[in-house]
């Protein structure tokens, strides 16, 4: 600006005290008629240098908001640009009253980017509220995977854990293909699993496969889910889902489980309103179950590695170490309330020459059935493991050595007679067996294997002699 504003205040001040000053001392001097003139053009100059400082301020007030909107009118291009005219001295104050509408449309534009922008942040943080929860979930699921040995009950924790994440979800289901092409129910919330655990449904009746055809990977929403089941399940099903009011629902989000490229099972996330989905929660069901699927691949690895701790991956019985895991709690149990029990010790004779002479994969088949026909023969509270290669042992529990010697004469002679058939030739399975008891033949269980397994080595020596 020409003239600052503190010296037009101080100017105005001074005209103010000046005029006071006249008013008096004017009328010493000079004579009365002139002093009303002379008080006019003061007070006119007065108003004009008081409507200058006013104007003056009032244009500098509005320079910076015509700063502010220039530069945010030359950053939006969609914005309409208002005239100026630079050569006016108060050039902000008839810039906004030219431009008063181009202005107010200019920052409606400018007002609706902003809403688009924090519709944009909005849905953003969103997504990143549900990705948290995802990932919290996650870890809560990756540490009970270790900790929850029944596998319906994992299940049971994904869903749960899901339909909370999910807007609008009240109630789901999981369920599982079947080696026979059939998916059953393994876990569902809202709903009565004994009833569903008897409703098996074909690949091509679900969701999934009606939706998207053979793409049976990608999630997807069903709408009006009674009227979709109607046209789509056997009679037979949907009554049985109509008598259980599963079929009370509106929407159905439905996710699909791949482990290997495979199909695994669905999720289904029900929810008792209409168009109660939407395509973030399809987002959110994907990339959960993709989560998911990695977790239960886990899951599945740790099942492995748990059984092939304490089973013998061909003959499905104990391993050794896993049996004296076990016989050692027996043994104790025994020895504090006075009970008794018999190990017997076995060891196929036959195995080498069978090997030899068949090839190993008969070996197998003759291992495998002699651990099926014993397991058969035994109650399910004995114990029975593989002990080695083609070494066996039992512990009997409510059994005498005269009722086992018994028992297996007859598992003998049944391998006598129903020998394994290769190429039409006949293998028989033949095995040496020692039995020693607690407490009659020793208090100490390793003493009592000792003289089992000296028996059975003796057994077998009188075998060979008869032979």
Do not use: W
Not at 13 to 21: D, E, G, W, Y
Not at 75 to 94: G, H, L
Not at 143 to 170: P, R
Request: charged share 25%.
């Amino acid at each position: 600006m020409i003239i600052n504003f503190c010296v037009l205040l101080i100017i105005l001040i001074f005209v103010i005290i000046l005029n006071s000053i006249l008013g008096v001392l004017l009328p010493y001097y000079f004579h009365v008629e002139n002093i009303a003139i002379y008080q006019i053009i003061l007070l006119t100059l007065l108003g004009i240098l008081a409507a200058f400082l006013c104007l003056s301020f009032i244009n500098k007030e509005l320079s910076g908001l015509h700063k502010v909107i220039h530069k945010n009118i030359k950053e939006n291009k969609v914005c309409i640009k208002p005239k100026s005219k630079d050569r006016c001295y108060f050039k902000n104050i008839p810039y906004f009253l030219n431009n008063f509408g181009t202005i107010i449309k200019s920052y409606n534009h400018l007002i609706e980017n902003q809403n688009l922008l924090l519709e944009k942040h909005y849905s953003m943080n969103n997504k990143l509220k549900k990705n948290n929860q995802v990932r919290d979930v996650m870890l809560e699921v990756s540490n009970s995977i270790v900790s929850i040995n029944n596998t319906e009950k994992l299940f049971e924790l994904i869903l749960e854990k899901l339909i909370n994440i999910i807007d609008d979800g009240d109630m789901g289901s999981f369920i599982i293909l079947g080696e026979d092409n059939f998916l059953e129910y393994k876990a569902v919330v809202g709903f009565d699993i004994n009833k569903l655990k008897n409703i098996r449904l074909r690949l091509d009746e679900t969701f999934l496969s009606k939706k998207n055809g053979e793409n049976i990977t990608k999630p997807c929403i069903i709408k009006d889910v009674r009227r979709f089941n109607s046209y789509n399940l056997n009679s037979e099903t949907y009554e049985a889902l109509d008598n259980i009011k599963a079929l009370d629902i509106k929407t159905t989000l439905s996710t699909p489980i791949i482990i290997n490229g495979n199909l695994y099972g669905m999720i289904n996330i029900d929810s008792l309103k209409t168009d109660a989905f939407s395509n973030e929660d399809l987002l959110v069901a994907e990339y959960f179950s993709n989560q998911i699927s990695i977790a239960l691949k886990n899951h599945q690895l740790i099942e492995k590695i748990m059984y092939l701790s304490k089973y013998d991956s061909m003959t499905g019985i104990y391993n050794r170490y896993y049996f004296e895991e076990l016989s050692g709690k027996f043994y104790r149990k025994a020895r504090r309330y006075n009970e008794n029990f018999c190990l017997v010790m076995f060891d196929l004779d036959s195995l080498k020459y069978i090997n030899d002479t068949f090839g190993h994969v008969i070996g197998d088949m003759a291992i495998s059935e002699f651990a099926k026909i014993i397991k058969k023969n035994i109650r399910e509270s004995d114990l029975f493991a593989r002990y080695g290669g083609d070494e066996f042992i039992a512990m009997l529990f409510k059994s005498c050595a005269i009722d086992i010697k018994n028992k297996l004469s007859n598992i003998i002679s049944y391998f006598n007679t129903n020998p394994i058939l290769v190429d039409g030739k006949k293998v028989f399975i033949t095995f040496s067996y020692g039995i020693a008891c607690y407490p009659e033949d020793s208090k100490d269980i390793n003493s009592v294997i000792k003289l089992a397994d000296k028996r059975m080595y003796e057994y077998k020596n009188r075998s060979k002699t008869r032979l």
